[in-house]
């Protein structure tokens, strides 16, 4: 896992082979950052950001190098927080991000407290992932996404969600697909 880019450009943190994660390619996350750049200003703007299924760390760690004033990183493995929390440590950035060990949708359904970028990287696989937008956009108390906030969901290639009301744009690199809602 590298850094691509900001203060912790081209740091490395082998992940273990033992993982069930799938993080984000480099090649991916390089061209999803530059799109993100048309829509966000990490460093002007400095946004507070959710990282959801945070897997590696590898968006959060992305999202800390680039500008955001603080993360909040759901993920569910007590392998994977403890890797996470042990990079955190070792850059000293702990006090930045907020590592919650908890169920991404049963987050997401009490959520409260609100973000200028969500991200969401779901197993492929999983059930309720096309439910994720409707989740980010319905909270049934504050909004969990500012007025002018961004949400990029991860998915494989047979999901499309150009007919949602809140789509805004997808790009696709290689396997990996996003889709951009405001």
Do not use: W
Not at 65 to 77: A, Q, Y
Not at 93 to 112: G, N, Q
């Amino acid at each position: 896992m590298r850094v691509v880019a900001g203060k912790y450009r081209g740091r490395h943190f082998d992940v273990p082979h033992t993982f069930k994660a799938r993080p984000t390619t480099d090649f991916a996350k390089e061209n999803l950052f530059n799109v993100l750049r048309s829509y966000v200003d990490f460093e002007a703007e400095a946004p507070r950001a959710l990282d959801l299924f945070a897997g590696t760390g590898s968006i959060t760690l992305e999202l800390l190098s680039r500008g955001c004033s603080h993360v909040t990183s759901v993920e569910l493995d007590p392998l994977h927080i403890n890797f996470i929390r042990k990079f955190l440590h070792t850059l000293g950035c702990e006090e930045d991000v907020t590592l919650l060990r908890a169920d991404v949708l049963r987050f997401l359904r009490k959520a409260s407290g609100t973000y200028d970028f969500i991200f969401a990287d779901p197993p492929y696989a999983l059930p309720e992932l096309t439910q994720l937008p409707d989740l980010i956009f319905n909270t049934t108390s504050a909004p969990l996404l500012s007025p002018d906030g961004l949400f990029v969901l991860e998915h494989g290639k047979s999901q499309d969600f150009s007919s949602h009301p809140h789509f805004l744009a997808h790009r696709s690199y290689g396997s990996v697909n996003f889709s951009l809602f405001r």
